[in-house]
């Protein structure tokens, strides 16, 4: 029934089926996924037999006779592609139309998307890790001027003053103050237990995660420095912002003095430091704001609701004015 | 439960293509090269399906129900297993049946109108009337 090829095929026949193979682009490429290679693989028979029948001859007939076919199948293929899509929209619209009015679509969008929108805005903040916040601050007096109550009203104004709190600054983010909070509190230990499953970790991957969890900024015009620790544990956040405090102090109290190098230089060395607030477990997390987000849940859920619902509503007012029009003309 | 029906009205006419494909896979099933060579045989070399004509009425034919691409592979000693075979369903046999006793019933009009003779191979079996 089937001619299985005994001897190898013929340039020609080769060459014609790579050929088809190529022409077969012309098809949808669904079309052409399912029954391209079947379609090549009929050719190249149709090939040998015409080959057999007639060599060049046979197979010159056959390309005429197969080329006009592809054509007109091809350009077919595509319009019932096209029609298919044209039928999926169509349906779409009927989905659309149906019970009629576009007040009824805009309800049903707008109560799905916003019950989705606010349910999954929840989801989330429930599922978010809490974050504990810790917060010291200390205060910074500069040299050469009298003391100033952190209370007053902008005693640290004066524009001299605040390279001390911008180096000041470096100096509570610097590796010497950290490291020594590191070792202070065994964090190379205890966040190895915590993170690592209790392999101890070095102290530059300390360093790095505790850098990342410290906020540290000065109070504008008060000579304050926050510092902000950040930690799933509320008693260890406290102890993380006063572990920097302790050693920011003890750092201060062993810096050169003026004009003898290092830090200290002119006008950017504290006469003192004193600890303003010590920092106390907080009772409640920082993070996720749990409030917050679920209020901005609701407004975005309201917002897109109202834009897809209305979308829609609008979509289904103009198909249903086209359908009638349609039911009129025909 | 599915009925069948064999009153050409019940179903729609078919075209040329889908009828010629449904007839040569009346006897059994077959890949698409048979189906061709069947078609030019049984038309006396006067129809020869392309590649595209074939494979277009075949997706027209499963879409529709008419046939199924059969399981069985054929053994690759004999035959190419990448082949694909295909075979009627009770649909596609019904449909097939409804078309030929539509071709049937033109037939003998043209008779009755004298348009056209008895054939005589049937008339030798005493077939149709």
Known sequence: MTPAPTQPDSKAVALSGRLFQRLLAAYPKAHRREYGPAMAQLFRDQCRDAWRAGRGWGLTWLWLRVLPDLVKTSVVEHLSTLKERITMLERLGMLLRPRSAPWLVFSGVFILEFCFVVATTTLITFIMPESYAGTSKILLRPQAAPAPRYTEAKPFASADDSPLIQSQLEVVKSDAVLNKVIEELDLNNAWGRKLLNGERLSTPETLAILKHNLVMRPLRNTGLIEIRAFSDNPVEASDLANAVVRSYCAHGSRMPAAGTGGLALPGVRPASIQTIQTAVPGPRPVRPNKPLNIVLGIVGGLLLASVIGGGLAGLAACLGRKARAAGTHG | ?129
Do not use: C, N, W
Request: overall charge positive.
């Open chain 2, 1 to 129: 439960m599915a009925t069948t029906h064999t009153e050409p009205q019940e179903t729609p006419p078919l075209t040329p293509a889908v009828f010629h494909v449904l007839l040569a896979l009346a006897d059994g099933e077959r890949h698409g090269y048979a189906i061709m060579r069947e078609v030019a045989e049984s038309t006396g070399g006067r129809i020869k399906m392309g590649p595209g004509t074939l494979y277009g009425t075949i997706k027209r034919l499963l879409e529709a129900r008419m046939i199924v691409e059969s399981d069985e592979r054929p053994d690759p000693d004999l035959d190419d297993e990448r082949r694909r075979y295909y075979r009627l369903t009770a649909l596609g046999q019904q449909a097939a049946r409804a078309e030929a006793l539509r071709y049937a019933e033109m037939a003998e009009v043209a008779r009755r109108k004298r348009l056209i003779g008895k054939p005589a191979r049937a008339a030798q079996a005493g077939g149709l009337s």
